[in-house]
């Protein structure tokens, strides 16, 4: 029997989630031996489309072909099983267990399985070995909780391939990489596709990540297939961010707009300028100056961690008037004015179980230091959500019903109507697409203009470099290595400085 062409095919996809069609018939095509790109805006459908090819969801209309067997028989859903692997930003790997255990837990597949220590350690060998020998022999008896992202991302990688599995959706692998990191995992992905009959999907809203590692792309907008397997080559930036329907983020990035004299005078005395200190660095953040944090993510997570109350024993201090401000616990810190947006909506951002309503009230709840709704918050809620242009889905809703991008939105809504002093955002704009992107710089300008500091951490460099005024620079240690003016920044410079490239 000839091999099929295409190892998988989603041809006329159709899904909808109630009245709400989300795919409105895309084609979806990868061929064994190449990295495909798949692109769109937040909203487009790629994560619908992800979780219908891995069977997570399944679909209303449409062909789903995979090695050449429907996916709608027991021949094709057999074919899927084990064979389609993902690897998310978040990693699903046990941290307490070692790296053999957790390549070897497909050998457990059922109930009551005997776990051979000896044999799981053989296989999570030959496993790890596909992807890097050195790393194999040297991480194998490693706790996962001991690695990095990473080394994490590799042995996910390593399990699939193991395992069997012929199809790599990767989503965002690089969100948290040093330059170096994320050029071996491009020099992992390009050797495997090349050697084995794989393919890897790739998504990534970074084009310069783009253009280094995919050989196709397929482009959604709207629920539909706006490029279908065309070269990266062949078509510019501006033309693939045409096909997503977006505008470039640089062409919302104007001149940043600074109070007035007499106003920038009324607000230091209202808010007061802070102080920071740290590791061989002095910094002076008045209100409406946008600090940026460039590196990652050791040195930015320590500083922020002092910042909001999580450090333990902070290396970083922050003074306002003369006084130190050291909180004690997040709470403490938002209860004295300093805001805070993760870029990990999951686990630190995000309210699942909770309606829309209540996520957006959160942080003013923990101010006011109340549970209930308030009479007036529906009504704030509602404008909150009108001005940062979120229409899909209301306040009784659950976030789940957002995209990650709009998620993201909502969590700077919190603090939107509070004014904080302080305003620590780390990677707000993490995984979000080119037109939220450039929401979320308006906004976060239109906060700095109401005499909020802002602390920016964010792995682009073009981000610092078009918004900040200051950009405090840590290598891969976590070192700071200088803080570097508006004037001084430039991509060379900020990748010299951190040892990665964005």
């Not at 930003?89 to 059922?110: D, I």
């Not at 899909?392 to 939105?409: C, D, E, I, V």
């Not at 620590?424 to 080119?434: F, M, N, S, W, Y």
């Not at 203009?449 to 840590?474: M, N």
Request: aromatic letters at 4%; hydrophobic letters at 45%; proline letters at 6%.
């Amino acid at each position: 029997m000839q091999a099929p062409m295409f190892l998988l095919e989603a041809r006329s996809i159709v899904k909808s989630f109630g009245p709400t069609r989300v795919l409105r018939g895309v084609n979806f095509l990868v061929a064994p031996g190449e990295v495909h790109a798949l692109l769109g805006g937040n909203g487009a459908g790629k994560s619908t489309l992800l979780k219908i090819v891995t069977g997570d969801l399944s679909h209303d209309a449409g062909n789903l072909v995979f090695a050449g067997h429907d996916m709608a028989s027991p021949a094709g859903a057999e074919a899927r099983a084990g064979r389609i692997a993902a690897v998310h930003q978040e990693l699903a790997l046990l941290p307490h267990l070692s790296v053999a255990e957790n390549v070897a837990l497909p050998l457990c597949k059922r109930g009551l399985a005997l776990f051979r220590p000896a044999e799981a350690r053989r296989f999570a060998v030959d496993a790890l070995s596909l992807i890097d020998p050195a790393f194999a022999a040297e991480a194998v008896d490693r706790k996962v909780a001991e690695l990095t992202l990473h080394e994490g991302q590799l042995v996910e990688i390593a399990r699939a391939i193991g395992s069997g599995a012929q199809l790599l959706l990767l989503d965002e692998p690089t969100a948290n990489l040093t330059a170096p990191e994320a050029e071996r995992l491009f020099t992992i992905l390009r050797r495997l596709v090349s050697e084995r009959p794989i393919a890897a999907v790739f998504v990534s809203h970074r084009m310069q990540e783009i253009r280094q590692i995919a050989d196709v792309c397929t482009i959604l907008r709207d629920g539909i297939t706006s490029a279908d397997r065309v070269p990266v080559h062949d078509l510019t930036d501006v033309e693939i961010i045409e096909r997503m329907g977006q505008q470039s983020a640089a062409s919302a990035l104007g001149p940043m707009p600074h109070p007035s004299p007499s106003t920038a005078v009324l607000l230091r005395r209202s808010f007061g300028t802070f102080h920071l200190s740290g590791p061989a660095t002095e910094i002076e953040l008045p209100p409406g100056r946008i600090l940026g944090l460039a590196g990652g993510p050791t040195g930015p997570s320590r500083l922020i961690d002092a910042l909001i109350g999580e450090a333990k024993k902070p290396i970083w201090k922050l003074c306002r008037n003369g006084q130190s401000v050291a909180p004690p616990n997040p709470h403490a810190a938002a209860a004295s004015g300093i805001g805070y947006v993760s870029g990990d909506r999951v686990n630190k951002g995000i309210i699942a179980a909770l309606p829309i309503i209540d996520n957006v009230m959160a942080a003013r709840r923990i101010v006011e230091r109340r549970i209930w709704v308030g009479w007036g918050e529906p009504a704030e809620a509602d404008r909150l959500l009108d001005t940062l242009n979120i229409t899909n889905g209301r306040l009784w809703a659950l976030p789940a019903t957002m995209s990650g991008g709009t998620q993201q939105k909502l969590l700077i809504a919190r603090w939107l109507a509070l004014k904080p002093q302080l305003l620590v955002l780390e990677e707000p704009t993490r995984g979000v697409d080119i037109g939220t992107k450039r929401e979320i710089y308006t906004l976060i300008r239109t906060m700095a203009g109401l005499g909020s500091a802002i602390v920016w951490w964010s792995t682009e460099h073009a981000e610092l470099i078009s918004l900040c005024e200051l950009v405090i620079a840590f290598d891969v240690q976590g070192e700071p290595t200088g803080a570097l003016a508006a004037a001084e920044l430039s991509d060379e410079r900020l990748a010299a400085a951190t040892g990665m490239a964005a």
